[in-house]
């Protein structure tokens, strides 16, 4: 570690991106997961995404989900939109701030919205426009499985495009887990470090990429409990970075995320028991490094 | 990247380390998969271990695997050997390399192989006295599940010892995954880099610690194909850092290994086949990243 780094702001996607490429969950189980992360010191969660429920029928009923959060001191709640519509919808339910995507790449942008890149900055210039702050994630950002390698400078324009037409925040996601080191050093030094990250384990870079990002001074990072989910419009996009892997070597790193691993390890059992089947983290399945064989 | 590093010797242990953990597989098949390592540019093996056949069965007929590899330049070829009898046949059979394990955790090497870790020394000793190089490997380098950090200083002394008594070179294995970042720069602090490094991804944290120990100028580092492995004798100690998944970090930050990517993931392709089922490794699940989408 170079950065000196002492503190990142950890934004749990799991609720959201985890449980979206997942068979449906009920209301119930959907808080149930969320309130099993506030336990743990979670406090920036994407929690649902106000998209039409026939396109992504796990998202449905997401005003019942927002409905049921408690009001916790320095609780952040986002919710994806899609579109305008959807930013209405969910501002109709009290959220006060949401994420947008876009993409980096034009054919994954077209392939997963069936649009520009110069009609979703629109389409998020108008979401802007509601006045929330709106995070403004960008996909594809290390690489398109399309393209390969999107020019840095892409990105940067991309990017400062993104905050001229409103966005509040940028979020770099390694969607289809493209990313390594040289390439996370190589767009930032084009886009800057006042970014968050959305890394990929699809090819087992997620954490590497982190910690060369902070080496680089990033200090924030979305990340999913359990290591649930990922795109469903790439093949063998699955692996967000699990907040459990990360925040284990944060906490190595005496890195602060407000996390307690315990009990986070406890919410990632949560999201095994609402999803029905065992989630991918590592360190869910083996534990932290300081849990100690008994006797 | 801030060591200027431009190549690396990879250590390939899936065919014993990797098949040692799998049930019996015939030698026919076993010099399959290293024939397919060597076809993809591996030049450095652990190809079998000279133990009992009654403690590990998949390692029986040791000296009919090294009979079958073939004489190639640059080749060579690692028998692991648990004791002076073992070596004696490692020898007979035509072994010219051998490893040697011990335990910086004194609790562990007791229910490894019930001696201490100076009676370890000194069979270390008197198989050095053989004559051939020696890689003496030291388990738990970075944390026991029993006594948790070893303090580095410990680490150090042992590794020195071990170079007292004829080791001609050492490894720091992680051998239950608790290195991180922080711990290999702990310890190398005091072991200094001209060491190789096996680790394990038990905690999904071996490519973050081959990457933080390249920055500090390791040059070695031991890798399972398929990421095949790991111990049999520690819980939830399964995992070693697959080849291909450090080949594909390696090629992005332009560091040489001397191994064709795509060729190896043929190789992992086999190790699969062999065994019977898939194998663990995050890049030859998705494929590597320069591979694109079609059309």
């Known amino acids: 570690m170079t950065s000196g780094m002492t503190a990142v702001d950890v934004r749990e996607v799991g609720p959201r991106d ?11 189980d959907r808080v ?18 106000f998209v039409s429920p026939k396109a992504v029928p796990s998202m449905a009923d997401a005003a019942e989900v927002v409905a049921a959060l408690p009001e916790i001191a320095g609780a952040r709640y986002v919710a994806l939109v899609p579109n305008l519509k959807g930013a209405q919808l969910a501002i109709d339910a009290g959220i006060r701030e ?3 995507t876009i993409s980096a790449s034009p054919e994954y942008n077209e392939k997963n919205v069936r649009m520009t890149i110069g009609d979703s900055v629109d389409a998020i210039e108008a979401i802007c426009a509601l006045g929330l702050p709106v995070d403004a994630v960008v996909s594809c950002a290390f690489g398109s499985p399309y393209e390969g390698d999107i020019p840095p400078a892409d990105v940067a324009a991309l990017s400062h495009r993104l905050v ?13 887990g493209m990313a390594t080191p040289r390439r996370v050093n190589e767009v930032l030094a084009e886009t800057g470090v006042d970014i968050g990250l959305h890394l990929h384990e699809t090819r ?23 290591g649930l989910g990922g795109s469903p419009f790439a093949a063998g996009a699955a692996g967000n970075l699990a907040t459990e892997d ?20 406890a919410a990632s059992a949560v999201a095994a028991d609402v999803i029905g089947h065992p989630v991918p983290s590592r360190v869910a ?11």
Chains 1, 2 share one sequence.
């Not at 990360?246 to 390890?265: F, M, Q, R």
């Not at 399945?285 to 006797?295: D, E, H, I, Q, V």
């Open 98 to 100: 949401l994420s947008v």
């Open 285 to 295: 399945a083996a534990g932290p490094r300081t849990r100690l064989a008994a006797g």
């Open 246 to 265: 990360l925040v284990h070597l944060l906490d190595d790193l005496g890195v602060e995320t407000g996390i307690d691993l315990d009990k986070l390890l």
């Open 32 to 49: 149930r997961l969320i309130m099993a992360l506030l336990e743990a010191g979670v406090r920036h969660i994407e929690v649902c995404s």
């Open 18 to 28: 985890g449980l979206q490429a997942e068979a449906p969950v009920q209301v119930f």
């Open 204 to 226: 087992g870079t997620g954490l590497v990429n982190a910690y060369a990002a902070l080496e680089l001074g990033v200090q924030r990072f979305d990340t999913s409990v359990g």
């Open 164 to 176: 001229e037409v409103g966005a509040a925040t940028l979020t770099l996601a390694d969607t289809t």
